[in-house]
């Protein structure tokens, strides 16, 4: 049994990192895994992540309802899996393709709990298998009797028993043991349907199990169709299978990919910027699978102050960081959700790691920073060059190239762009939590750095020569070869309007940066783009994420919008076809498995939907404003979580509406326009952009244009008509939400 008590709505879920398909109540202990033999392979399988045969579908993060297919010698069969209460499961199964005769093909449901030496007990005249699990009751019954019930001392055992005896094999059935496996052959039952219940008596176990067997349920809904269909039902189905349970550490958390947790982390793994990527993402929908994420990276804060770049079941690189990203996702989430508590909990861990990047990566004293390896701790490669710029997370990129590390310094020779821009935004948004937080001189001190970090980036890492933000070696040389951290000095405010002219150019130059994929991770007229290798040329979606917030930022919407609409045609194209989620593309082709070195279901890939729908709504970082935009084309989009509330949006041909907490509160006719909406206490104030106008409806006592009073409720309904107007102008409608 786990020692974390998951809310009852996270009882039953895909917990296990290595078995996708099997589900773990982690109170109890108690395992359910599907597995399958197949005479015509003479193969068993468990369903290993690692070992292929999964196709995940479509899932809620906590589990409540999930969707895969499982897939072994040709055949394959969908399951669909939901909770009618919080500690019940059922599971139907339905064969999509026969591999082989179907007699010959065996879908098991195995049971275990944490302590295998429990006693399950099976009654043929009844189908039902029972356990007692210290004080809790488990009872499984299925639509149909299996065909055999036999019984195991551990799972491998009855995978070894199906490789030396085969399929017909009649010695291990019985009545009761330590491992039980429900055998169907998909001959007699090609479809049907099991169900398991807890309950505190025996009794009330099989009153439960027979309720779950005969529940009604609904399909899980679409978040997201018409114009960009799907791509927040991608973020939740990426952020709801690679949340699992970390055994070693006892929480949940997102891992970077199911592959990766057991052969190369030894049970979990946090890599940083990863997983607070995931907690942003998850925070669209699910603000404790946010919490968990950004518990578990906060948990590893070193005596040094930093955030270690890794820590696995195997190793830990605490001589080294990622980029600071975490302050900028900590506050996007604090304006979708209003939680102070975010911020308290947070601030401090996030603000030391802040000032150890100053007191460890400035190694030659002028006020720019660099990437480096510290001497502590017995990381991997500590003390290397390959250390140095693994801090970077784009490891083996060409603007590292020309650098060498100072091992005095700790650090490498050439201040990096995009770890500087990103060290500045991380100083603006501390300063932003200070203030909320009552933090005055903090805030002043960090405001008063991150402006003086921004003068030196604009004056110091811009290139004249080439009219790009470049790395610069202690020499003065800048580096030849150039990244998308070139455009990172828009996110952080460093541009000045040339800057920013000349780094748009730069992006719409299909022979440097531009393209119909998204963002290379160097140059296309660079001959390491051609390598087609990790950070050598492949399209990278934090990259993305971080340059789509850069140009919203400097006011280059067509800009962002078009990065957006790109990293989307990319990422929908292996998803629709596949359901790949990859950690990196083809930069040229939008491939995933072009090459060998991806992983095709990797949390971070869900950024470049993410993008889509902040195209759509989304809470701007600078403002604390959620925007609407109508993408001009039909949608339904929600719900997820805004500054607001919990949103949905609906755009038509000619309008655009928006409900919060499942009730309409605004329509506007035409809709194809931007709207900026704030809440101010109980009011909703939003700002038309200059050229926008038509009819407003808002569900509101009264309305005021530019503050002065312009309609009253009629039905509980203002209505108010306006010409498209010159300048921009601000809607107050009163009393739109309750009082707080």
């Known amino acids: ?89 059922t599971v139907d199964w339905q064969v999509r393709e026969h591999g082989e005769w179907g007699l010959r093909f065996w879908l098991l449901w195995t049971f275990g709990a944490a302590e295998d030496r429990r006693v399950w007990r099976y009654d043929p005249g009844r189908g039902l298998l029972t356990a007692c699990l210290g004080d809790t009751w488990v009872a499984v019954l299925g639509e149909r009797p299996p065909l055999l019930a036999t019984f195991h001392d551990t799972l491998a055992a009855l995978g070894e028993e199906f490789e030396r005896e085969g399929y017909w094999y009649l010695a291990s059935r019985g009545t009761e043991g330590r491992v039980p496996a429900l055998r169907f052959n998909l001959e007699e039952t090609p479809a049907s349907r099991l169900a398991v219940a807890l309950a505190a008596d025996e009794a009330g176990a099989e009153r439960a ?23 927040l039902d991608a973020v939740r189905d990426v952020i709801g299978w690679n949340t699992v349970h970390d055994a070693v550490n006892d929480r949940p958390y997102t891992a970077l990919s199911r592959n990766w947790s057991a052969r190369k982390f030894g049970g979990f793994g946090v890599w940083l910027d990863d997983v607070f990527y995931h907690a942003l993402l998850a925070g669209a929908l699910d603000l404790d699978a946010a919490l968990a994420n950004l518990d578990a990276v906060l948990a590893h804060a ?105 091992s005095d310094a700790g650090t490498l020779d050439c201040e990096d762009v995009g770890l500087n821009s990103l060290v500045a935004l991380d100083g603006e948004m501390l300063a932003r939590m200070a203030r909320v937080l009552d933090r005055p001189v903090e805030a002043q001190r960090l405001e008063q750095g991150t402006e003086a970090l921004r003068a030196r980036i604009r004056d110091d890492l811009w290139d004249p020569q080439r009219a790009v933000f470049a790395n ?68 990278w979606p934090p990259l993305n994420f971080l340059v789509y917030h850069g140009l919203r930022r400097c006011g280059a919407n067509g800009h962002a919008a078009r990065l957006a609409a790109a990293g989307q045609r990319m990422f ?54 959620t925007v609407l935009r109508h993408p001009g084309e039909a949608l339904r989009l929600g719900p997820l979580r805004s500054a607001l509330g919990e949103a949905e949006v609906v755009c038509t041909a000619d309008g655009l509406s928006l409900a919060l907490g499942g009730t309409t509160v605004l329509s506007c006719h035409p809709g194809r326009q931007a709207l900026r909406l704030r809440r101010v206490t109980r009011d909703l104030e939003i700002e038309i952009a200059a050229g ?49």
Do not use: K
């Open 1 to 89: 049994m786990s020692g974390f008590v998951p809310a009852p709505r996270w009882r039953f879920n895909t917990w296990h990192s290595d078995y996708p398909a099997a589900f773990l109540d982690l109170p109890s202990g108690l395992r359910v895994q599907p597995c399958a033999y197949s005479d015509r392979a003479q193969r068993f399988t468990a369903f290993a992540a690692a070992d292929g045969g999964l196709r995940l579908g479509p899932r809620s993060i906590d589990g409540a309802r999930v969707a895969l297919d499982l897939e072994l010698a040709g055949t394959r069969v969908a399951l669909a899996c939901a909770r009618p209460s919080p500690t019940a499961l």
């Open 209 to 231: 199990v027979r309720e779950a067997l005969a529940a009604t349920l609904s399909p899980l809904p679409s978040l997201h169709t018409g114009a960009s269909a799907g791509a």
């Open 302 to 406: 070193t005596e040094a102050g930093n955030l270690p770049c890794l820590v696995t079941g195997r190793d830990a690189w605490v001589d080294r960081s990622q980029p600071p990203v975490g302050a900028f996702v900590v506050w996007l989430l604090y304006l979708q959700w209003g939680e102070r508590s975010l911020l308290e909990r947070c601030y401090a861990p996030l603000l030391a790691n802040h000032e150890w990047w100053w007191r460890e990566r400035d190694g030659n004293g002028n006020g720019l920073l660099e990437f480096g390896t510290s001497r502590v701790g017995e990381g991997l490669y500590r003390g290397t060059a390959l250390a140095a710029r693994n801090e970077s997370s784009m490891d083996n990129s060409p603007t590292h190239d020309e650098a060498r590390l100072v």
């Open 472 to 539: 610069r070696l202690w020499s003065g040389r800048f580096v030849r070869s150039l990244a998308p951290t070139s455009f990172y000095p828009l996110l952080a405010g460093a541009a000045n309007d040339a800057q920013r002219a000349a780094l748009l150019a730069l992006l719409d130059d299909e022979t440097r940066f531009g393209g119909p994929f998204g963002l290379p991770s160097v140059s296309r007229d660079d001959p390491a783009c051609d390598d087609n290798v990790y950070w050598r040329g492949r399209a």
């Open 572 to 625: 929908d194209a292996a998803w629709s076809r596949e359901r790949q989620c990859a950690e990196n593309y083809n930069a040229a082709t939008g491939a995933v498995t072009d090459q060998p070195d991806t992983d095709t279901f990797y949390g971070w890939g869900a950024l470049l939907p993410w993008l889509a729908v902040a195209e759509i709504v989304q809470v701007d970082p600078w403002s604390g404003d």
């Open 692 to 740: 926008g106008g038509g009819r407003f409806e808002i569900a509101a006592a009264a309305l005021s244009l530019d503050g002065d009073p312009v309609a009253a409720a009629h039905g509980g309904w203002c209505r108010i008509d306006l010409t498209a107007g010159g300048h921009p102008r601000l809607l107050r409608a009163r009393d739109v939400f309750a009082a707080p």
